[in-house]
């Protein structure tokens, strides 16, 4: 056969019919859970739809694993002193799929967009809310200044929200804030064709040569085009990989792990994601949940490896911090502090005055039951995190006389729960690939997510603290006393599990992986067929 | 006819108001589902507020809607930020082929197996009687499922997704159109033997007609009454299945765009596919109507 396909090679090329290169055509067919609701970078919202951002964009850096930052479309960058200023030097080889070159203006151009109102009040507020402007030195020198030092803006920079945009398509696209193959970026994939409800398709990028530091390889992209089916049932995506229909698919369920281990001809990969835990968070704000007793006793109640066993079948890693422990910033002095101890659970609810029991053998006080509801948005729950909440609710009543009410409802109805108060434990997690700009909105007092309704001026100081530093060793020593306090000291979270993502595919499909900086199936870039 | 036409507008004009209505009344306001689960600060509400005119009185902001709705215009999607028409306007195609293809199904189906097996003796009747049974009561969910794994998984007849082409279409219209032929075909052969107990029956068979000629000639036309009647439903059970089937399938189509719009509470495209079914129905019904007259002389009269 080796000796064969030259020959065939040269008989093709000499009748003139396919030049050599394009007859090396390879493409790919991955079965995806979850549709992006914008194809536009910039309003990106959606960490399932993460792996579909860079075939498209490139960010202006990379962000590794251990947390570090290394170049991509910025080959380095330098902060002032005082944390003001950022100074980026740009490649200057590199191209807009519509022909226009990317320079300190493109750059500029993208910044200055999400200073139009209206255009995405979420990354105003957060992310960039501490940029001032951004001012081109030279063609490819950018200068940004802020108005206070921010930890977070070089994560900013590596996220997908700054993939770059050709500043023409800004100006032009039909949809902007939809995107289509008309909202171009300078990725080693250009978008062909998005059909709703059905698939998305890209073909190969040919002058792609600025890939991020960390990639398997250099040059274009192996696969010459890669179209990605929307299939929301896990079985039907399983059944698609198994019967051939498509070679890899992502988001495989506990409950066919064992399938896809069991089958000689498919592989499975598993990361956790960066981010949040997800946890369930106690509302301090009024009883029971307002002594501390009882939110400890909640926790020690729980057999949690068992419950985890029994839900996830043995998938799912056991959190024990509100970071993930996948993240730079995670504490592992936390592991084993707390949790499975029934009798220590009895005693504090005991201690905490709940010592009656009704018929039904809750704990009762001043003729109240020890009652608390979790409120869910039926839309966020995921992952059999509806099942989870039942193994813990039963776990709870057996085990500490805790009657834990599970509602799941529509999101009008879960963000008025939250409005009037009227909730004592709220379940989350978060993808972001900062762990700190996590904590940053759901710790201090008065966050965007603070559901606890818990505010300590001290865990407070450290967070801005650990924003306000550049320093990744002084970050960590912050993130983990903010850790320590709100897990050991105020016990106001149970950290449940890590969230994972799983890539399935068949054996001779190569070069699949996951984004480091959030532990979520990477780009196509250096997926390849062949052994 | 005009009645019916002004009836039709009626109906379309109470659809479009019962879903701003419950809009308006469901619990959560507009800029909390704007929001959705993400950060959430006064900056951010507020520009949502300006984004989407959200600070004028609510029976402003119910005229300028059915204002640009009597234009045609069916606002922007909340999620997707393009425009409703835009979105709805390439789905129609897949759903329409879908649901046409299921309706075709179910009336051959029916047709076929009611023919075949009215008045003819115990077993086929208990046999065609059961299989109804069945594909009516199986959630379509589960005949989806069992559909592709045998015919698509297993067999590789089919493929699983996508709406390329006749093949694509073969399994999704299956299991689509399963209940409707079940019901159908229930209806249809009681109609049939209740006709063939009829005196005119009798008369028929003593002119020397044979069984054959008396179900296709005769005894049909009684047993469609109720079956087109029946007709009305399955308009509302093809749309409401679509959902679960290109869901299931992953086909595009307007039941996958009500589905997530309803997940993430994208009402401007939750209103305006009410508002579309609401067309279809008053459409069907109104040929239905018509339908009756050709087929019943007596309406006619």
Known sequence: ??????????????????????????????????????????????????????????????????????????????????????????????????????????????????????????????????????????????????????????????????????????????????????????????????????????????????????????????????????????????????????????????????????????????????????????????????????????????????????????????????????????????ENTYGGDVAGANALLDAAGWKERDAEGFRVKDGERLTVREVASAPFVRDRRDILAQAIQAQVKQNAGIDFQVKILDQGSAQQAVDDDAYEVFGNSRGDSDAGAALNLILPEGAAINRTRFADPDLDKWLAAASASSGQAERKELYARAQRAAVTDHAVVFPLYVPADQIAASKNVQGLGFDPASGTPASAYDVRIGT | MIRRLGAGLAVLWAAATASYAALLLAPGDTVDILVGDGPDTPEIRAGIVAEWGLDRPEIVQYLSYLWRLLHGDLGRSYQQQRGVGEILAGQIGPTAQLTLAAAATGVVLAGLIAIGTAGRGRWPRAVASAAELVSVSVPPFLIGIVLLSVFSFSLGWFPVSGADGPAALVLPALALGLPVAGVLGQVLRGGLERALEQPFAVTARARGLTERALVARHALRHALIPAVTLAGWFTGALLGGAVITEVLFGRPGLGQVAMQAVTGQDMPVVMAVVLLSAVVYVTVSTLLDLAYRVIDPRIRG
Not at chain 1, 216 to 221: E, L, S, V, Y
Not at chain 1, 237 to 250: D, F, K, P, Y
Not at chain 1, 272 to 286: C, I, W
């Open chain 1, 1 to 334: 056969m080796k000796r064969i396909l030259p020959a065939l090679l040269l008989t093709l090329a000499a009748c003139g019919a396919q030049p050599v290169q394009t007859a090396r055509t390879t493409s790919l067919t991955w079965a995806v859970e979850t549709q992006p609701i914008t194809l536009n970078p910039q309003l990106w919202a959606q960490n399932k739809a993460r792996l579909l951002v860079f075939n498209q964009f490139d960010a202006l850096l990379s962000k590794a694993a251990d947390g570090s930052f290394g170049p991509w479309l910025a080959t380095a960058w330098t902060v002032s002193d005082d944390g003001l200023t950022y100074t980026l030097d740009l490649r200057d080889d590199v191209t807009f799929h519509d022909g226009t070159a990317f320079d300190a203006a493109a750059v500029k151009a993208n910044l200055d967009q999400f200073l139009v109102p209206g255009y995405n009040p979420s990354v105003a507020a957060i992310q960039l809310r501490s940029f001032d402007e951004a001012e081109v030195v030279s063609p490819h020198r950018l200068r940004i200044t802020l108005k206070e030092p921010d930890a977070l803006f070089l994560d900013f920079l590596a996220s997908p929200l700054a993939g770059q945009v050709s500043p023409k398509s800004l100006k032009g696209a039909e949809d902007l804030k939809f995107g289509g193959p008309d909202l171009v970026g300078t990725g080693p994939f250009i978008l062909e064709r998005y059909v709703q409800g059905q698939e998305i398709h890209y073909r190969r990028n040919p002058a792609y040569a600025w890939p991020p530091a960390g990639a398997a390889h250099q040059g274009p992209a192996h696969l010459s085009e890669i179209t990605y089916r929307f299939l929301p049932e896990a079985a039907v995506r399983v059944g698609a990989l198994t019967s051939g229909q498509v070679q890899v698919i992502e988001g495989v369920p506990a409950t066919e792990v064992a399938l896809i281990e069991k089958d000689p001809e498919l592989t499975l990969r598993t990361a956790l994601n960066s981010g949040t835990a997800y946890s369930y968070y106690f509302n301090t704000s009024h009883a029971p949940f307002d002594d501390r007793r009882v939110r400890e006793a909640f926790r020690e109640a729980v057999d949690l490896d068992a419950v985890l066993r029994s839900v996830y079948q043995g998938t799912a890693t056991r959190a024990w911090s509100i970071v993930g422990s996948e993240s730079p910033f995670y504490d592992p002095s936390l």
